[in-house]
């Protein structure tokens, strides 16, 4: 393919295993899926960053514009990517690629920590490297006077009994 990356075709990476159960959300689409693997694939191993535009994202998947804005949304709305300078961060919580070092792993988190606090809600997602477990919180609108509003509860007890 080759927009600004990879010097090597396979490299390592890591999906935190609890992800899967909400990349089984009943709302997410193909198109979402497609594109969420696609930011992925193309990411920065140095910083988790898909320096991509939609247009180039919608050439390149074959699809409308207008359904990778809406993917882009969604995905953003559940904190599995955000929109930052020149392109889309991959959640560092849940995905991330190459042989970082704990520091390194924890400076990506909070890089993408502050670009969820800039839009206005605390995270969701913790990586608790200590007992091997990602954690969701429950999200909630940050406002002006500092105090917050729950916008979200999470669902942890879900997808029990379903496998």
Known sequence: MGFSRKQYKNYWGSF???WFQYLQDYELTSADYKTLFFLCEEMNHDN???YLKQKQIAEHLKMNKGNISRSIK???EKQFILKCENGFMINPH???VGRRGLQMRFELRDKFDTLVRGTGVT???DLNEDDY???EIAV???TDEGDSNEVMQPDNDRF???F
């Open 16 to 18: 935190v295993l609890d």
């Open 48 to 50: 988790n960053i898909a």
């Open 74 to 76: 969604k995905l953003s």
């Open 94 to 96: 849940l995905f991330y």
């Open 123 to 125: 995270t969701r997602f």
């Open 133 to 135: 477990q990602l954690e």
């Open 140 to 142: 909630e609108e940050i």
């Open 160 to 162: 029990k009994g379903m």
